[in-house]
């Protein structure tokens, strides 16, 4: 372990190369601030020092540095965070895709530990948790002074062990409790099929670093098994929390031939980026309905304003999260990371969506539709001696069976609605 005779003077020289460093960036440096610079360097050092002479119990020295680093991203934003080796690695499998825990993904908002969404089929959706549920405790800790990848690492653990969950609920008085077994969490974050002949359903759960490859083989493979061209398509980001950037311009590059995708800004250079459609392998020009809600965020906030500022689909559902932000995971030296908020991003048209969201052109409640049998009404056909037509009856065409689940998705059903109503109105026209 370093010792404080070591990194005192490994703190100084860094003290003497952050002023250079910033000179070599710069064309000009203010003197006052490489002054305030010195200062408030030395100011760390002899605290850092103070504390390791004359706390009252010893104190591990990378301890206080992470601890110091922390405390310098708490001063930022909600989404910029500091990554312990351990979280730098459970980051990584996020991205692959598998991870021990119970699905869901969570952000600081107004210093409250809050659910963005459930990922579909874990634990947490199963248990009923809910898109802006606020986690006051992991088991027997409070969340209320934990950062962001502390309480991941909180939740996250190995298959089979047991978790509860303390939620306060809008609309509900008391604290919910929500018992959940951890399970290995495999997102899978393209599914969809034929809903019903022509029309079809795509869900993306997140962005991970095959979602536009996924997608590209699913849509093939959907018109294939179609056997006639698509006369439209639902693609649900609804309670989708984001993911990797690239896999969000991947995804609305297959829709879009040309054109601009989404750009950012920042302070460095390399964070000012504008990414461009191209006409390579892009979808047909099919009707398009995007379905969004209060837990799609950040790369799905990039899709639903890429395609619906080129005028490719039109949005339908709820207004949507609001993160406008994109976050650069930088490795250290010890294998931790940091997770630092880099850049704003824009939409085609300009708008930044951060803490606004993205309004949708037909908003539409999140209701669950009853499921109850209807009775069915006689018909001539029922009445005993009835007349058969005289014309040959056209062979019903075999549709696949909507689901229980699916027909009590109001905004599902609405957006087919949609779909089968435009494609009425444009065989109309061409009559």
């Known amino acids: 372990m370093p010792t404080l005779r070591t990194l005192i ?13 910033v000179a070599s960036a710069q064309e000009k440096t203010e003197p006052a601030a ?47 965070s500091f990554l312990t080796p351990e979280l730098y690695e459970e980051m990584q499998a ?18 409250v530990l809050s659910v963005v969404a459930p990922i579909e089929g874990t634990p947490a959706q199963r248990a009923g948790i809910r ?68 029309f079809a359903y795509v869900r993306i759960t997140q962005f991970q670093e095959r979602t536009g490859s996924e997608l590209k083989d699913l849509l093939a493979k959907i018109r294939r098994e179609n056997q006639t061209r698509l006369k439209g398509v639902i ?31 920042g302070r460095d250079k390399a964070s000012q ?16 309905v995007l379905l969004i809600n209060e837990g799609s965020a950040s790369a799905s906030e990039i899709v639903a304003g890429a395609l619906h500022d080129h005028g490719r689909a039109l949005l339908l ?36 969506i951060q803490a606004r969201g993205i309004a ?24 005993a001696n009835h007349f058969e037509a005289e014309t040959e009856q056209k062979k019903e065409q075999e549709v696949p069976h909507l689901t229980p689940k699916e027909r009590s998705d109001f905004q599902l059903m609405r957006a087919l609605d949609l779909l089968k109503g435009l494609d009425y109105l444009q065989a109309v026209k061409a009559s």
């Open 273 to 288: 980026l504008h990414f461009q459609a191209s006409a390579e392998d892009t979808e047909p020009d099919y009707p398009l």
């Open 94 to 111: 996020d991205t692959h895709g598998e991870f021990g825990g119970v699905g869901i993904e969570v952000t600081i908002e107004k210093g």
């Open 360 to 383: 949708p052109d037909i908003e539409v409640p999140s209701l669950e539709l009853p499921q109850k049998q209807i009775p069915e009404h006689y018909r001539e056909r029922d009445l």
């Open 9 to 21: 003077p490994v703190l100084l020289l860094f003290c003497l190369l952050v002023p250079q460093m």
């Open 131 to 198: 898109a802006r549920d606020r986690i006051i405790r992991i088991d027997s800790k409070s969340a209320q002074d934990l950062n962001l990848m502390e309480a991941v690492r909180l939740m996250r653990g190995p298959s089979g062990e047991k978790i509860t969950l303390s939620i306060r609920r809008q609309g509900t008085d008391k604290l919910l409790e929500f018992e959940m077994l951890r399970e290995v969490i495999q997102i899978h974050s393209v599914s969809g099929r034929i809903l019903e002949p022509d």
């Open 34 to 80: 490489e002054d305030n610079a010195y200062a408030d360097l030395e100011l760390f050092t002899d605290v850092l020092a103070l504390i390791h002479r004359s706390y009252v119990e010893e104190v591990n020295i990378r301890d206080l540095i992470y601890g110091g680093i922390r405390g310098m991203l708490a001063t930022l934003d909600p989404h910029s």
């Open 235 to 265: 693609l649900d980001l609804r309670n989708n929390p984001g993911g990797l950037l690239d896999q969000a311009v991947a995804v609305s590059d297959l829709f879009l031939k040309e054109g601009l995708i989404v750009y950012t800004e």
């Open 317 to 352: 559902g709820e207004k949507s999260f609001g993160k406008g932000s994109v976050q650069t995971i930088i490795p250290l030296s010890d294998d931790s990371g940091l997770r630092l908020t880099t850049a704003r991003y824009f939409t085609p048209s300009g708008t930044s």
